[in-house]
């Protein structure tokens, strides 16, 4: 395996969990919100189908979502009909790890909303601040390190997913071959132990970077609170 070639593949891993977070923390912000303000009728379901990712087996995930987003899924053909392909593209390689990633997303963000004084908010809305002035001037500044903890950690699970991705794009190089899979690839081969470890340690310093990032905005969080 060349420079070039690991190169591309750190690229990739990095633009497919960029994507996967860029779509999924606004989604992941809602739910949490939503599960956070909100009481009503299937609260516990909605809560047991976020989580739903992080128990059931990835590759049942990956087969959901092929059926889905597949070819012959009828999201699939809805998204084709405006120009987007998943299946075996990159595209769904982001779309995987999204997924995957997101019940880790909402649950930072949910804590965060819940721990948040909601008399700031009562106070600057008997001060005339309308509903969208109190969100973007008190509550999103305070809840903002929540939605980042839960971000960079989604990032660190997006960046090593594997299980749902080989199972719904399969490992394509260059379109598909993630760090994980490209890893994965190596070790089936008996000269591939050098490069497969040259990758598992690029892999392992995104993650404790990622995950160190993470908790040093959750120790931000909690000094935030006790003040």
Not at 40 to 67: D, E, H, I, N, R
Not at 195 to 202: E, Q, R
């Amino acid at each position: 395996m060349t420079e070039g070639d690991v190169t591309g593949i750190v690229l990739l891993s990095l633009q497919v969990s960029a994507t996967a977070m860029l779509f999924a923390v606004p989604m992941a912000f809602a739910v949490a919100w939503i599960l956070a303000r909100y009481d009503f009728a299937g609260k516990s379901l909605l809560q047991a189908l976020v989580t739903l990712p992080l128990v059931m087996p990835p590759v049942v995930t990956g087969y959901f979502l092929l059926v889905l987003f597949g070819f012959n899924g009828f999201l699939g053909r809805a998204f084709r009909a405006v120009g987007v392909d998943f299946a075996f593209r990159w595209e769904g390689a982001a779309l995987a790890a999204g997924v995957m990633a997101f019940p880790l997303l909402v649950r930072p963000m949910r804590l965060s909303i819940e721990t948040l004084d909601r008399g700031l908010e009562e106070a600057a809305a008997t001060l005339g601040a309308g509903r969208a002035m109190r969100f973007f001037t008190i509550t999103l500044p305070l809840v903002l390190p929540g939605v980042i903890a839960g971000a960079v950690l989604g990032f660190a699970k997006a960046l090593g997913e594997f299980g749902a991705t080989i199972t719904f794009v399969s490992n394509i190089p260059g379109e598909t071959q993630t760090l994980s899979l490209a890893i994965y690839s190596l070790l089936q081969s008996p000269a591939g132990d050098r490069a497969a470890g040259l990758l598992i340690a690029i892999s392992a310093c995104l993650a404790i970077g990622s995950v160190l990032i993470s908790e040093w905005v959750g120790r931000r969080i909690g000094q935030r609170g006790r003040a």
